[in-house]
């Protein structure tokens, strides 16, 4: 599994990926977290607003740092 | 003056909380309670100045013509009120903002013609949820959808500077009048600034990758979300802003409580007064490297005013610190080439020394 988060580095941003983070290694799978903070890149999703979160490459959550809660959701 | 950058960048950073399922239809419930809750938000509102009078005159037992008697009521009457008026405009904003996604403004603002353009994407800045971090990914967002760049513009200036925050402030502070001044000289600015850069035709001056990315659909565009969703949405963006600015609202009127007290009206009237042609440029000026949130600034504006300083150059000051920001123009030179922010800062700092001048002549 692959979980991009997707943001130029604001405190949001950083606070996306901290939930992504600990809703992996509570959820115990197998995933790769990638900070994406290219914006050719983020725009190639269709991401206009960040932070963002795509899993498997399918945007889950736009300008908002997701919860960790909201994470394991989409984990599952 | 809180320099905040960390969570200024991020002042307004809530966007629709998209998730795929759909929550089981609680409409009515939902409304009703609202209303409840509404009707409780008003009682106790309605109570508020009586209660400020019992808690400071009769229970402190501090006279009315006092200094400090003055001073303690202000702050027990405002302190609430400032915070109920958030709390209940937040909360609204919040629902509107469900609808108003970025990614739906980007596909309003799409096909329009640029007059009409800039006005919609004036407006729209006021209730689109975005913020400065925010600033490229949706610059891109809009290019790449066919935004004319005026238009863009006109977006990027209105977002930051009118702000429900300052809103909500300035009305508690200062008077529903001074608070539509503002709301309404925002917009102009914006719509004007936009267009006058619409008309220089500046699309050179964006960095030239910004005009061959070729974006992606968009992930989220087409789910809709439920009223529970969009009460839920509207709770979360109330605990954020509300949680983050409130320490500063409570600081805010705890200076604007001493000015109200203590110190004597017509005391900064000689230096930033209208009698002085130069202290609308100078405040912009001041203005445009300090960087802060409508929070911050408004108690900064009330301690001005009740200084005896003017109010048009009050209002530009205001505006100069929070449309022109420079960490949002160093964000920006990822798309933009120095010439085009150059620009932008001019055109904007022309539009704000305008409104500087146009209330110190009329008010």
């Not at chain 1, 130029?8 to 900070?35: H, L, Y």
Request: include cysteine; proline fraction near 4%.
């Amino acid at each position: 599994m692959k979980i991009q988060v997707m943001g130029p580095g604001c405190p949001k941003c950083a606070e996306a990926e901290k939930n992504v983070k600990e809703a992996v290694a509570e959820a115990g799978i197998e995933a790769e977290v990638i900070k994406v903070s290219d914006f050719q890149e983020i725009a190639s999703f269709g991401v206009f607003s960040t932070p963002a979160v795509a899993i498997d490459g399918e945007v889950k959550v736009v300008g908002k740092a997701p919860s960790k809660k909201d994470v394991l959701k989409w984990l599952k | 003056m809180n320099n905040e950058t960390n969570s200024a960048t991020c002042a307004c950073q809530t966007e629709a909380h998209v998730s795929g399922k759909k929550a089981k239809s609680g409409t009515p419930k939902m409304i009703v309670l609202g209303l409840v809750c509404v009707g409780i938000w008003y009682a106790i509102y309605s109570q508020l100045l009586p209660f400020s009078e019992w808690f400071s005159y009769a229970l402190l037992g501090l006279s009315a013509e006092s200094h400090l008697g003055s001073a303690v009521q202000f702050f027990v009457y405002d302190t609430p009120k400032v915070l109920m008026l958030l709390l209940i405009v937040v909360f609204f904003v919040g629902i509107l903002r469900s609808f108003v996604t970025v990614d739906w403004t980007r596909r309003v603002l799409a096909g329009k013609k640029e007059s009409v353009g800039n006005v919609l994407a004036a407006l729209l800045g006021v209730v689109t949820p975005f913020c400065s971090c925010s600033a490229v990914p949706l610059f891109i967002g809009f290019m790449t959808a066919g935004v004319p760049l005026g238009v863009t513009f006109s977006f990027l200036i209105s977002a930051p500077m009118v702000n429900e925050i300052a809103l909500v402030l300035l009305y508690g502070l200062l008077g529903w009048k001074i608070a539509a001044l503002y709301f309404v000289t925002g917009i102009c600015v914006a719509i004007v600034a936009g267009w006058t850069m619409g008309r220089m035709k500046l699309e050179n001056y964006v960095e030239d990758w910004v005009m061959a990315i070729r974006a992606g659909e968009s992930g989220l565009s087409d789910q809709k979300m439920t009223w529970q969703q969009r009460f839920e949405y509207a709770l979360d963006s109330v605990k954020d802003i509300v949680g983050r600015v409130w320490k500063y609202v409570v600081i805010g009127i705890a200076v604007g409580a001493g000015i109200h007290g203590y110190v004597p009206e017509g005391y900064l009237a000689g230096i930033m007064g209208d009698s002085s042609w130069w202290s609308v440029p100078l405040s912009v000026v001041i203005g445009i490297p300090m960087y802060t949130n409508a929070a911050g600034i408004i108690p900064i504006v009330e301690a001005l005013l009740g200084k005896g300083a003017a109010l048009g150059t009050v209002l530009a000051f205001m505006m100069s610190v929070i449309a022109l920001s420079f960490p949002e123009m160093v964000i920006l030179r990822k798309v933009l080439k120095p010439r085009l922010i150059a620009i932008f800062i001019g055109v904007v700092g022309c539009g704000i020394l305008f409104v500087g001048y146009l209330f110190n002549a009329v008010i």
